[in-house]
């Protein structure tokens, strides 16, 4: 059974930081192009970043492009998803995810993200 487990979320002011880790421990990693999705109260969930098996492609939401940073570490199973100069509408719950066939497959529990002064 897959397991991701995402960490790192919590409550940052506006123009804050975080960076939000996920685990993937019993997966191939570097067989997956990994994720990142968000959803946020009210709103459907959307596709926040994406990364390539080996790191060498990156897509970003319009909304977060030039903020966020999506990395991948493969020789220790993680994802990162650096996030920067936060606003009140990133706040979401953030979900990691593999993909394959260009879908999503599997999916973490999640991690809140709260943007509050």
């Known amino acids: 059974q897959v397991h991701l487990v995402e960490s790192g979320g919590g409550l940052v002011q506006p123009g804050g930081s975080l960076r939000l880790s996920c685990a993937a421990p019993s997966l191939l990693f570097s067989d997956f192009n990994m994720s990142w999705h968000r959803r946020a109260p009210g709103k459907e969930r959307e596709m926040v970043a994406g990364?390539?098996?080996?790191?060498?492609?990156?897509n970003y939401a319009d909304s977060v492009k030039g903020r966020f940073i999506i990395s991948r570490d493969n020789a220790k199973n993680m994802v990162y998803l650096h996030m920067n100069d936060l606003k009140p509408e990133d706040l979401a719950a953030y979900y990691c995810?593999?993909?394959?066939?260009?879908?999503?497959?599997?999916w973490g529990q999640g991690t809140q993200v709260a943007v509050s002064s």
């Open positions: 990364i390539s098996r080996f790191g060498t492609t990156t």
């Open positions: 995810t593999a993909v394959a066939l260009g879908r999503p497959i599997y």
